[in-house]
């Protein structure tokens, strides 16, 4: 289905029923990312995933996002679709962890748990630039416009998202190509990119100033390419849960797209949020 949200077509996708989870998937990323999940998880529970604008099959962005807005469009999606303001379970992949957690924040009562798969974490992210945030979003839809030209989304985008997965289940081909090689998720994903600083100084400002939900259980998953599962990023990951005071767990090996590498894992961790 198609819901509109500040007048952009917002493709939602809700699947199962129960307890409502709401899932977001990384930067540029699709919807159908987390079909291995919700084939699991929407046995017992209500799956929303919908795609954020420029992504997916959404329309484009009228606007750069906001860790703010982001946040607000998670409660628009949930609104829309008629959820309401019952609590769900939050879950966010790479970029939209920074999303998820924003909106555990600000929206403590719609929060009944918090998921980060694989999240983005930043350290000493500074102090904003404002002149340059109001560059940044130009400046991606001029490279998104200059690549397109060339034809660089489609010959490349579908190829680049197979090497992504490596030898975990890979998305539908048909859905990845089409998607993939849009000029539009390209500007879309640029633009995520490019403001991907400005997020996380938004967070880092919003953990000193918001806390989160009191009795909301967070788990974090950290991904790991090898099995002892004691790299770099994983020890980033363990600090970010302990500054959530987050239950932890590493999965591996595994790569960062958790939600196709070990579904049955982030189902199990989904599950137990709520």
Same mark, same amino acid.
């Given at each position: 289905?198609?819901?509109?949200?500040?007048?952009?077509?917002?493709?939602?996708?809700?699947?199962?029923?129960?307890?409502?989870?709401?899932?977001?998937?990384?930067?540029?990323?699709?919807?159908?990312?987390?079909?291995?999940?919700?084939?699991?998880?929407?046995?017992?529970?209500?799956?929303?995933?919908?795609?954020?604008?420029?992504?997916?099959?959404?329309?484009?962005?009228?606007?750069?996002?906001?860790?703010?807005?982001?946040?607000?469009?998670?409660?628009?999606?949930?609104?829309?679709?008629?959820?309401?303001?019952?609590?769900?379970?939050?879950?966010?992949?790479?970029?939209?962890?920074?999303?998820?957690?924003?909106? $555990?924040?600000?929206?403590?009562?719609?929060?009944?748990?918090?998921?980060?798969?694989?999240?983005?974490?930043?350290?000493?992210?500074?102090?904003?630039?404002?002149?340059?945030?109001?560059?940044? #979003? $130009?400046?991606?839809?001029?490279?998104?416009?200059?690549?397109?030209?060339?034809?660089?989304?489609?010959?490349?985008?579908?190829?680049?998202?197979?090497?992504?997965?490596?030898?975990?289940?890979?998305?539908?081909?048909?859905?990845?190509?089409?998607?993939?090689?849009?000029?539009?998720?390209?500007?879309?994903?640029?633009?995520?990119?490019?403001?991907?600083?400005?997020?996380?100084?938004?967070?880092?400002?919003?953990?000193?100033?918001?806390? =989160?939900?009191?009795?909301?259980?967070?788990?974090? =998953?950290?991904?790991? #390419?090898?099995?002892?599962?004691?790299?770099?990023?994983?020890?980033?990951?363990?600090?970010?849960?302990?500054?959530?005071?987050?239950?932890?767990?590493?999965?591996?090996?595994?790569?960062?797209?958790?939600?196709?590498?070990?579904?049955?894992?982030?189902?199990?961790?989904? =599950?137990? $949020?709520?």
């Amino acid at each position: 289905m198609f819901v509109r949200i500040d007048g952009v077509p917002h493709h939602v996708r809700v699947t199962g029923a129960g307890p409502v989870c709401v899932l977001s998937a990384g930067l540029g990323l699709a919807w159908f990312e987390w079909d291995p999940v919700v084939a699991l998880l929407a046995r017992s529970r209500t799956v929303v995933r919908f795609d954020r604008p420029g992504l997916g099959l959404s329309g484009p962005a009228r606007e750069a996002p906001t860790l703010v807005g982001e946040a607000a469009r998670i409660g628009r999606v949930l609104d829309a679709v008629g959820i309401g303001e019952q609590a769900v379970t939050v879950v966010g992949h790479s970029l939209a962890g920074f999303h998820a957690e924003a909106f $555990a924040r600000l929206c403590p009562r719609r929060t009944a748990g918090l998921v980060l798969v694989d999240s983005s974490v930043e350290e000493g992210t500074g102090t904003g630039d404002a002149p340059g945030r109001r560059l940044r #979003p $130009a400046l991606a839809r001029g490279a998104g416009a200059a690549l397109g030209g060339l034809g660089v989304p489609r010959a490349v985008g579908p190829p680049v998202r197979r090497l992504a997965e490596g030898r975990w289940s890979p998305p539908p081909a048909r859905e990845s190509c089409a998607v993939y090689g849009s000029k539009r998720v390209w500007r879309a994903a640029l633009t995520e990119y490019l403001t991907y600083g400005d997020m996380a100084r938004e967070l880092d400002t919003m953990r000193r100033e918001a806390p =989160l939900p009191g009795g909301a259980p967070v788990t974090v =998953l950290a991904a790991s #390419p090898t099995a002892s599962g004691t790299d770099a990023w994983v020890r980033r990951q363990h600090a970010l849960a302990d500054t959530l005071r987050a239950n932890f767990h590493v999965l591996a090996p595994a790569g960062h797209l958790l939600m196709r590498a070990r579904p049955h894992e982030v189902t199990e961790a989904i =599950l137990a $949020a709520r």
